[in-house]
């Protein structure tokens, strides 16, 4: 099947992606948050994509100096979403207080079209691993299937793929493999996530994960420094930048480039239902029909 790529029509469109900020005690810096911000409000991106770990134990005050910081990012589309340090000390109470839904799906305008994203939580209380979860997979399918105006970015905190330079991998998406086969038949163009605090990119099946490192800690891995995401798409490429938050020009390394249209040369035989199915909720089939049970 040849996939017809709405996206070509798209001239461009910017995005910094930032993660692991990690306010709290220990080593979080704020110097390091203060320059990412004002550089990306230099950058002038169309999305701002937070995804998780704003915070280091899920506290109230926590959040709020997140907020405070968040708050002066003048890009009007962020998504944010949580990580598993903020699903800490049942963080989410907080995080919904100071930055509303901790799942969204919204439409950015971009240049001759608009980009789908969908921010989700994968974080489960007091764990560090995380999971999408059956529940959500018929919800992703509604908000991708089908759509042709611009990109499909989805929003998770935790790696769907193993990422290189991070020690023992213990903590991924616990259901990795039925999400990258939903993300597969769904085309959607890019996943942005945190967590290893190592910045990393993968292009699966047409599928580009790009994770980012942590923005504003010392809680680095090897030699790897703090760092964010931009992410530039136009008619011909895909290209992910890292950058070192004030180091300017000197902390800019290239991460990945891409063929605009993803390459997808692979043929999967099975039927993907073979592996996935999308559930038939009893909480949602009541909802619909009235009670199930008499
Ligand atoms: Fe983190
Ligand atoms: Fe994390």
Known sequence: MTRVLSTERL?????????????????????????????????????????????????????????????????????????????????????????????????????????????????????????????????LDSEFRGWDRGPKILVVHHHILAVPGTGRDVNNLRDAGDVMAI??????????????????????????????????????????????NVIDIDAESVKITLKQPGKGKEGEEALASFARTPVKTSEFYPEFERYVRYDELPFLRGRSEGPSNP
């Not at 995804?51 to 926590?62: F, I, K, N, Q, V």
């Not at 969204?104 to 999971?131: C, F």
């Not at 910045?199 to 580009?208: A, D, E, T």
């Not at 800690?217 to 090897?222: Q, S």
Request: charged share 25%; hydrophobic share 40%; proline share 5%.
């Open 11 to 139: 001239a461009s469109v910017r995005i910094v992606q930032i993660s692991d900020i990690h306010v709290g005690a220990g080593l979080f810096k704020p110097d390091l948050l203060t320059a990412a911000i004002e550089e990306t409000n230099a950058l002038e991106p169309d999305l701002v994509a937070v995804a998780g770990d704003l915070t280091m134990e899920g506290h109230r005050w926590e959040f709020e100096e997140a907020k405070e910081y968040l708050d002066r990012i003048g890009c009007p589309n962020i998504v944010y979403t949580m990580g598993n340090h903020d699903a800490r000390a049942v963080g989410y109470r907080h995080f919904e207080d100071f930055f509303g839904l901790r799942e969204r799906s919204i439409t950015v305008e971009v240049p001759e079209g608009e980009a789908k994203v969908v921010a989700l939580d994968s974080t489960k209380p007091d764990l560090d691993e995380g999971e999408v979860g059956r529940e959500h997979y018929a919800w």
């Open 183 to 228: 993300l597969r038949e769904l085309e959607v163009d890019l996943v942005l996530s945190g967590h290893r605090h190592v910045p990393y990119v993968w292009s699966i099946s047409g599928v580009r994960v790009v994770h980012s490192g942590t923005v504003s800690t010392m809680r680095v891995r090897g030699t790897m420094p703090p760092s964010y």
